[in-house]
């Protein structure tokens, strides 16, 4: 009915296998979806300060000045998102992904959690505050398919 | 004056003969509106949770998780409507709508009802809330059109 | 911990069996909780408009009036509030507790809904953006006596 | 100057240790500090839901229930705070305390953190969003004290 | 129910008869309302500019400084309401009460107009934006008696 | 250096010749504005609800009626617009455009005022909150070419 | 007529002359006011990073954090304020003076700036931004009466 | 990823070097950014009142309408920013820049802030509520590269 074009955040984990198969999918299901994200690449991630406003020895303030540039980007993009997709998996503590959720639930953007069933204890609070929590990357685009188009896979 | 495109946000029950004179009113005035609303489906719209996010058996939980997937769809669409317009029949009894009503009165959001002098009484709060009270689809086009262009029919 | 006086607001059915009997339960639990509600004295809530603003004889505008009295101390109230409770029984349409409840979560307050469990597939979307749904007053206090102490019964 | 009770959410993992030491130094620190906590009773927060609302046997609905009625607490006492302390340890992942650092950067509500360390890196883009990170339960204290009377240790 | 303390704000012209009245009225109904409102002593409110900030020629900059000056006291005390009410008589254009009326609908404060019904046409928009439309002070104690009590007179 | 296109919203009184030469104005010094309105058929204004909604005989309700479809009108393109200009002149009260200013001071928007200087005094409070007072439509375009593209004239 | 108590924050140079003269004139007055202020013990200031979370060698970090504590304090007070009062001097170039103004006026805090005349065009858009300009305390002083008590010195 | 366009706004001192060395830099790496920026033709800025609005002979009237007008540009294009950058140098006092920083972080603004070492402790409370601080534009255009594209220099 509308040409609106939905902006989906993914935040969460560096290693983009997910990531990559929620926009693979949507693309092949023709979705109008803008995706967007925290840098990916781990190592570019790490040095975003040092890289960008010079050097840091103590690693604290290194971390610090990265994760301010980072900010910019991540707080910027899930503002202008409709929705937030959040995956959590078993690698990394990833309170990053956390604190997103609690960002884009505060700003009451919807979210939805993406992680396999042995994280629920661990996760009961930032599910509950979610709208669907998923198991695959292809359950969030059914989910983008359905709330975007109306259709079930 | 302007080439502004109107988003209007077609709320309440999901057989959609309304809806479509509301849309088809619209077209043949020529309005730049974009319409949007819930899933009109209903069937699709009762799976949307277990039909993206994997089955369930209990009732309650299987509703939980197809109105939180329908929710992405609607809050976002709500936050980004200009009107919303909320119809009201004798069926069902809609409690989404008048949420939806409350949901777009709290966010500052114009609201126009849409039901029979029947149901004045049962819905003497919705209507306090909105700026406009209609009876036909066809009144909700004269609205639009005089909102929009200035004309009266 | 903290001598803090909670804010319930019991949205709902002017029949106020219900909400008698949280009041009561939360006194008995020695809870420091200030309640407030709509007017439950259904007569005079009908005449809220013509009773303190004049004469109306046209049925619509009678109701505009008087909707428009209750909604200075409803929305009042539910901004006031740190929880809202919705009461939804069988015999009332109650698209006003429906709308309180969308405007509640609008403005990021947590819902309780409160109902049998045969109203739960027409409530399923307020029930979602609900915090907790309970089938007994007794569980609203339950509910209260947890959040505000953190003792269960 | 002024007689302002500061009010203090202590978000984090559920053994107290760390927070009994901040309301203990607070306390003999004369600081006029009103603290809020989630629940902090392990057992009765993840009994939250059911043994408020009633029974259920499927575990991630257990969680879900009990993460919603935690949230009615948390969530309204966060937006009460003046500041928000965050406790990371080493034993849980702490997604929750993540997401509370989270939604109260989103709210622009000054945060705290306090971990060890070695969680540096791993905390980076939370410890961002926060105006001090300290090691020690004495060293937030010693914050408070700063904040509210301008007096160093 | 609720021992709480209604803030009204008496916007409007500076004759402060009706203004007394409802002060008044509302007292001897022992209604719990504190009243503010803009200094009603006109000679005051037209040099508060330069009474308090130094001399000034230019009669545009005069009224320029005593403006900025009562605004501190206006919108302070407009943010702070529960209600405002906003009275129209014959005698000044009262366009300031015109604007508090505007400021107040955007913050989503419920608002009752008091005037006659000859100014009726003149002011639709500001009473379409209101509340409730009085045409005596004896009626704004009435709305503010049923609104706080329950009661109608 | 952008391409932006500035919203301005023309607030005031219904005879548009002041109004034609802003827009007028605009357009020959080829600036980037879009300009909105309030519909200035003042016949059609008056019949906005009646024209659209149906009958209605009693003056007060009429007019009721055509103020709320005025407002779905008006305040959505207040809320759109970058600079809010708001005409005053000396043969109506024209209460709507000091509530016009009111509101959208409220929401942070710059406002420009318009008018002679035999109205100063009686509209101080609103040109207070104005950015900028002119007295003729070529200065409202100056102004706006000055903050569209830094030039004066 | 109200007993309400106004919250006024004294933001500017740490050399506490000025500010020291307001309180108490305001004291002297008999004025309802509670100052509030950052810490105005220049040492201590600088140190509040370092006195309470811990060494750091690098000047730009010590700084930092201390900043960081510093601004839990002044930014939660200026949240809490109905006035900000800011003071500039000829001697320091205080930013953060113009920061606090800057910040106060987002979130539309009345604001009251005091300096000498000398610095007037270097301050002409935070003075823009405020509600009034004072050229000693003891203005300031006058225009708090006259905003609480309505009475002109 | 996306095509996403980033609004990046400029404020600080008027001699533009350091500004078009930004602008030069983000065009040559053909970054999607569309930037604004104040006034930055200097005489242009002081007359910005007094050539739009009419003559006005006090100083300090003069800059007051000229901050006025100022305010429309500079205000709109920091609500529309993604990203506000803030320069500072050793020539002007530049209490506007210090000024927008504020006014940027209360509305949740990204701030990155440009200056010299030497003034590092003079703006701590600046640099603080920034993101970033950078030593050169060429940094500047570092830290907007990674932050939309993800890649370091």
Redesign the interface.
């Known amino acids: 009915?509308?040409?609106?074009t939905?902006q989906v955040y993914l935040s969460g984990d560096a290693e983009s296998v997910k990531q990559k198969r929620i926009?693979a999918g949507a693309e092949e299901a023709g979705l109008p979806v803008?995706?967007?994200?925290p840098?990916?690449?781990h190592a570019?991630s790490d040095?975003?300060?040092t890289?960008?406003?010079?050097e840091e020895s103590?690693?604290?303030?290194r971390?610090?000045?990265?994760?301010?540039?980072?900010?910019?980007?991540?707080?910027?993009l899930i503002?202008?998102a409709?929705?937030v997709v959040v995956r959590?998996g078993d690698k990394?503590?990833?309170?990053?992904?956390?604190?997103?959720?609690?960002?884009?639930?505060?700003?009451?953007k919807?979210v939805?959690t993406l992680h396999e069933?042995e994280l629920?204890?661990?996760?009961?609070?930032?599910?509950?505050?979610?709208?669907?929590?998923?198991?695959t990357a292809e359950?969030v685009v059914?989910?983008l398919?359905?709330?975007?188009t109306?259709?079930?896979?």
Chains 1, 2, 3, 4, 5, 6, 7, 8 share one sequence.
């Open positions: 009915m509308t040409e609106r939905w926009e803008s995706f967007s994200a840098v990916t690449d570019a040095d975003a300060g890289g960008t406003l010079g103590a690693p604290f303030w971390d610090h000045m990265g994760a301010g540039v980072n900010a910019i980007r991540t707080q910027t503002r202008d409709d929705v959590f990394y503590r990833q309170w990053n992904a956390a604190f997103d959720a609690g960002f884009a639930a505060a700003l009451g919807p939805v069933a629920d204890h661990a996760l009961k609070e930032v599910d509950r505050a979610a709208q669907a929590t998923a198991r359950q059914d989910v398919r359905y709330v975007i109306g259709k079930l896979p």
